[in-house]
C-alpha cells in the first residue's frame, strides 16, 4: 500500500522555525503534484502550499515570503521548510499527493497522517 509519511512538526517558539517532511513510500509507477495543507480547530482546510514535477510552486498568501516548499524526485519527498513562524501557524499540517500505484493506470490521492505544529511562547 502506498503511504505518505509526516515528519518534522513540533512546538516551536514564534519566530522560530520548522522543517516538515513527506516521503512516499510503497509500489507506485508516478507521482504527480505533492503539497501540503493544514487545518486550525474550527476552520477549514487551507492549501499552504504546492509544488509540480515542472517546478511550478504555489503558496497560500499569508505563508508566502515565510515558507518554501522544495521536491525531491529521488528520494520521493517533500519538505516544507517554515521560518519566521508565528501563532496563527499552529495547526496539523498535512502532506497530499496524486500518485500512481501499481499496476493501477491512473492516480489517486494520498493524504499524511498529519503533524501538529504549535507556534507559542
Known amino acids: 500500500q502506498v503511504q505518505l509519511v509526516e515528519s518534522g512538526g513540533g512546538l516551536v517558539q514564534p519566530e522560530g522555525s520548522l522543517r516538515l517532511s513527506c516521503a512516499a513510500s510503497?509500489?507506485?509507477?508516478?507521482?504527480?503534484?505533492m503539497g501540503w495543507y493544514r487545518q486550525a480547530p474550527g476552520k477549514q482546510r487551507e492549501l499552504v502550499a504546492a509544488?509540480?514535477?515542472?517546478?511550478?510552486?504555489t503558496y497560500a498568501d499569508s505563508v508566502k515570503g515565510r515558507f518554501t516548499i522544495s521536491r525531491d524526485n529521488v528520494k520521493n519527498t517533500v519538505y516544507l521548510q517554515m521560518n519566521n513562524l508565528k501563532p496563527e501557524d499552529t495547526a496539523v499540517y498535512y502532506c497530499?499527493?496524486?500518485?500512481?500505484?501499481?499496476?493501477?493506470?491512473?492516480?489517486?490521492?494520498?493524504w499524511g497522517q498529519g503533524t501538529q505544529v504549535t507556534v507559542s511562547s
Open positions: 497530499h499527493a496524486d500518485i500512481r500505484p501499481l499496476p493501477l493506470p491512473r492516480t489517486y490521492e494520498y
Open positions: 510503497g509500489r507506485f509507477s508516478g507521482i504527480n503534484d
Open positions: 509544488v509540480i514535477t515542472g517546478g511550478s510552486r
